[in-house]
């Protein structure tokens, strides 16, 4: 007997069922192993950096004071009186017209206030030098605690690791963090047509290309893909996969199954369980309608299309945001918008009531930036191979003419979820006006994808 889809959401009421997913627990980890990872306590600095008066020149220290009024044409005489050793920190003080030499990164004597560049000195005699330019106090210094200050909240918990937040940790001597857990996302495939890529398929199967496209796109997620297997279409296999998954991982990612034949068991497999729950089932989006979401014992159990390119587009918009929560991010971490807008080559019909994510090729002409959709079903992997990235045509709108102006998320960088962002930034539009032209080197690029 066919099951029907029991209720077909919104993707903003989908998306809120999938954020409600609670954060993992923390744990200390080595800033050595902290890239990506998102805090779980704000950064607060403990002292100040610098912890002295910092030059960021070559040259000499000086009293600003002293400098006033020294150009080429008057310069003003100082008495050298010695160099700053790098890595001490000089206790001398400098009197009226006294000067000493200082390199990038050394230490100001406590009562100078700027650097005169070595450029704007000339040396008279051994302890006489002149200077042409006269300086500001504090130029050519970075001061005490300006970097940042005891005290000041650098970085909120919630914020994902990037590379200069590990060069602050290492700034402020802070070589442990407390982080969120890296959530295991088990990964099973299902179907009885579906053979492992090493074996070569009987007529009738297909090679698995969701274990690979499922596990990359967690792993470019910065969590981790935890391979069970290919559970058979019986509910017993398909449940013993999912008792393993449960055991083994934060959240199990299912793909095949979803639908509405007599051979899709993911919804039994959840509700078999006793604290278990179908919280999703049907999204009116394409690809990708048949989405479940369900609950065994407070972890999430997603059941993806079985379709390569539907299961993509599930995991980016839902299972993405859902990874994001369950390792606590709260920031836009390392992720810009990597977005662009192109015009349309031609018509692009949808149905009102349903969310289309459109694959599309780019390219260049007269100036301006075109986007051409990309013919191809959902089963087939070869379309997303060949696009660039994909736009949106939201739930309103029949669909977007020939000419009009798309805004295109780039496949390269897609890891921010767009879904996301459209229902944080209000409604996406379409409209006629310019578009952005590349430069030579976007053009380059974007040829080689
Ligand atoms: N009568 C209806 N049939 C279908 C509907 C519908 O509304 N009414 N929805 C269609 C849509 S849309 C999709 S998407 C699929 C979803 O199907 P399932 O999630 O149940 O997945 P399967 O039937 O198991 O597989 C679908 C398709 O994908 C291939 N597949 C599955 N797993 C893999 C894998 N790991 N690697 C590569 N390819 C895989 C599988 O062989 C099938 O061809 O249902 C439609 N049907
Ligand atoms: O949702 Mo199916 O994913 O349209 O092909």
Known sequence: MLKPFFKVLSPGEALELFKAFEPLHQESISMCDALFRVLAEPLIAEEDVPGFNRSTMDGIAVRAADTFGASESSPALFTLTGEIAMGELPDMKLKKGEAVRIWTGGALPPNADAVVMIEHVEQIDRTTVEILKSVAPYENVVRKGEDFKAGDVLLPAGHRLRPQDLGMLAAMGKSEVTVYRKPKIAVLSSGDEIVPV???????????????TISAMITEAHATPVWIGIARDNLPDLASNIDRGLSEADAIVISGGSSMGSRDHVIEAITAYEDSEVLLHGVSISPGKPLILGQVNGKAIIGLPGH?????????????????????????????????????????????????????????????????????KSGMVSSMVRAHGYFIIQTDCEGLYKGDLVKVYLFSDWMEGSLEKEYLSGHETAGRSACPVLTASQQERLSRI
């Open 198 to 212: 090493h074996e070569t398929p009987r007529p009738g199967c297909m090679r698995d290309v969701n274990r690979h």
């Open 308 to 376: 390569p390119v539907s299961a993509m587009v599930c995991l980016q918009q839902f299972v993405v945001p859902l990874m994001r929560r369950l390792e606590g991010e709260t920031s836009l971490g390392p992720f810009l918008h990597p977005c662009i807008h192109a015009h349309l080559r031609r018509n692009v019909p949808s149905k009102e009531g349903r969310t289309d994510f459109v694959r599309v090729r780019l390219e260049q002409g007269n100036g301006q930036l075109f986007a051409t959709p990309v013919m191809g």
